[in-house]
């Protein structure tokens, strides 16, 4: 089960369209929603020191404008600075075989195709959530 949730995403309207998607298909408890990737990271940085706050899922979009750093650089940030306790992925509306790849090298477990009608990809998701914590589940791409 799905306890709480961290999504980094830049449009502002499609943390609404999450926010309601995950409502409808009963995912979490908590849900956070942050514009930037440099946000993110200093939440990181303060939950070194209390990992209890961490969340247990993580969706980062592909391009955070107005970040240092985009979406991929934040999940490889993420995994090799702070661990990889973390179930982590990217959410966008690219599906670039390019991307996707360096996506996996970051250390990615999945990959999410943005659109308004995401709930079908997240209730997908959100059956093979245990197995990526499990770390048993192989990269996907949820289209």
């Not at 961490?54 to 404008?65: E, G, S, T």
């Not at 999940?75 to 360096?102: H, P």
């Not at 990615?108 to 308004?116: E, G, L």
Request: charged share 30%; proline share 3%.
């Amino acid at each position: 089960m799905i306890n709480s949730i961290l999504l980094v995403d830049d449009e502002n309207l499609f943390h609404l369209v999450f926010e309601d998607a995950c409502s409808l298909l009963d995912i979490t408890l908590n849900l956070e929603s942050i514009d930037s990737a440099d946000k993110a990271a200093s939440l990181f940085d303060e939950w070194k020191d209390k990992p209890d706050l961490k969340p247990d899922c993580v969706f980062v979009d592909l391009n955070i404008i107005g970040s240092s750093f985009n979406g991929i650089e934040l999940i490889r940030k993420i995994n090799f600075d702070y661990g990889n306790g973390v179930v982590i992925g990217i959410i966008s509306s690219s599906a670039d075989k390019d991307e996707i790849a360096k996506a996996v090298q970051s250390g990615a477990q999945f990959w999410i195709v943005k659109s308004d009608d995401i709930e079908p990809r997240l209730e997908d998701f959100k059956k093979d959530y245990d197995g990526y914590v499990q770390r048993i589940n192989p990269f996907k791409v949820y289209r």
